[in-house]
């Protein structure tokens, strides 16, 4: 499902915005490509392959993009052939990876190649499309982030609700400074590693609409 919502991040400061994010996406590639090697390499011996987790997201205005993360779960099944839940497929590798966000760091290319910004909401499932509501959905018309204004306050802590109502004032808010900004603070918070996780869950649970 395709929202074609319109693009709020426009003119001179988004060209600069995007150039920036490629930029520094391809530096911190090449500073981290040892550090993402020893981890792919780790990912591959305790859990086999694929080692990178590559999945559809919505873009702007709800376009499909694949998302690049590493691999941070089993896929062992049920009897009846469904995933386990998440909390029984996540493994210590995994937990780690997620605790020191190095399982994003793929996103980086996702960023080079314009499908998404250093600073951004989150990229969810495409199956949440059709549950949002129209304030929620607004939360479209930008470039999703590696990071954003809902990350660096409380992350997977937050309910869904306090989440959506952060990254659509991010969508109203938005600029070069207020990026600046939530990239220093994502620092401090990948260092403190805060708000990994909701409570009683192993990542978020999942979204059911409203009501």
Do not use: C
Request: positive net charge.
């Amino acid at each position: 499902m395709q929202y074609n919502a319109p693009v709020k991040q426009e003119g001179l400061p988004f060209l600069a915005k995007k150039a920036f994010d490629r930029l520094v996406a391809l530096g911190v590639l090449t500073a981290t490509a040892p550090i993402l090697g020893v981890a792919a390499l780790a990912v591959r011996s305790t859990m086999g392959t694929p080692v990178v987790f590559r999945q559809p997201r919505p873009g702007v205005g709800g376009k499909e993009f694949r998302i690049y993360k590493l691999r941070t779960m089993t896929s062992e099944r049920d009897a009846s052939g469904q995933l386990l839940p998440d909390a029984q497929r996540l493994t210590a590798l995994g937990k780690f990876l997620r605790r020191t966000s190095l399982d994003e760091l793929p996103q980086l290319l996702n960023v080079v190649a314009g499908d998404m910004s250093l600073v951004g909401p989150r990229p969810l499932l495409m199956q949440y499309l059709p549950l949002y509501n129209e304030e929620q959905r607004r939360r479209h018309d930008v470039l999703p982030g590696i990071t954003g204004w809902a990350q660096i306050n409380g992350r997977n802590a937050l309910t869904w609700e306090e989440k959506f109502k952060l990254d659509v004032w991010y969508v109203d808010h938005w600029s070069l400074a207020l990026d600046a900004r939530i990239l220093l603070a994502t620092a401090v918070a990948v260092v403190n590693r805060r708000g990994i996780a909701a409570e009683g869950n192993a990542t978020m649970p999942v979204f059911q609409g409203n009501g």
